[in-house]
């Protein structure tokens, strides 16, 4: 019964989180309200607040639901990379951005960095700090795994280089949601033109 109760309670959340990202997208995250989401995900106000406490905690969890499945998603490429280096690099960011736009939409991106920003000491604040530096470590990892397999020079920091690729990433999809008319192919191509010299300079001569 535990177990079917856990099931239950599980899939309540996965119905709230899905009706409110879907309302965020349709009317905009100020101008939705609690009430609309809790009819549209088929439980009371009530239950909703057993779950969340505001709209911002439904926030963070989506951003958390994006991060955490690009993560998971990005583990095989890791443990296994083609041994080009920019090849590599740009497969595993083309995944992050591919996934960016799955729960969240740009607006809701905007909402979530500014909210970051003006309120550092917030649960949410810190929480979206935890997946940009779990995002910026897999990519120094790449970089390590890059470098074990003789594909980067051997003197190479990894990780700090993997950093410089991560903010360099981050920047640019911030640069993205910012412009509602900008596609997601120029970013992908403007970040790859971006990371091509610096890939370069620590790819090892033999690959």
Not at 95 to 102: A, K, N, T
Not at 130 to 154: F, W, Y
Request: glycine fraction near 4%; aromatic fraction near 8%; charged fraction near 25%.
């Amino acid at each position: 019964m535990a177990g079917l109760r856990e099931k239950q309670k599980a899939d309540k959340n996965r119905r709230i989180l899905e009706a409110a990202t879907k309302l965020f997208r349709e009317v905009g995250y100020d101008a939705a309200r609690i009430e609309d989401i809790a009819e549209r995900a088929e439980v009371s106000v009530g239950t909703f607040y057993n779950y969340y406490q505001n709209k911002g905690d439904i926030l963070v969890a989506a951003v958390s639901m994006e991060v955490e499945e690009v993560l998971d998603a990005g583990e095989p490429l890791v443990a296994d990379p083609p041994m080009n280096v920019l090849v590599a690099l740009q497969t595993l960011i083309n995944q992050y951005y591919d996934h960016s736009l799955v729960y969240l939409s740009k607006e809701m991106w905007r909402t979530a960095m500014a909210i970051s920003i003006q309120q550092p000491e917030t649960p949410f604040s810190k929480r979206y700090t935890e997946l940009d530096r779990a995002l910026c470590a897999q990519v120094s990892t790449l970089v390590q795994k890059l470098q074990r397999k003789g594909a980067v020079l051997a003197g190479v920091d990894a990780v700090a280089v993997g950093s410089m690729f991560f903010n360099n990433l981050n920047m640019m999809f911030t640069e993205f949601v910012r412009d509602e008319r900008m596609p997601l192919k120029r970013l992908k191509d403007d970040v790859a033109r971006q990371n091509r010299p610096l890939a370069t300079l620590i790819s090892s001569p033999t690959t």
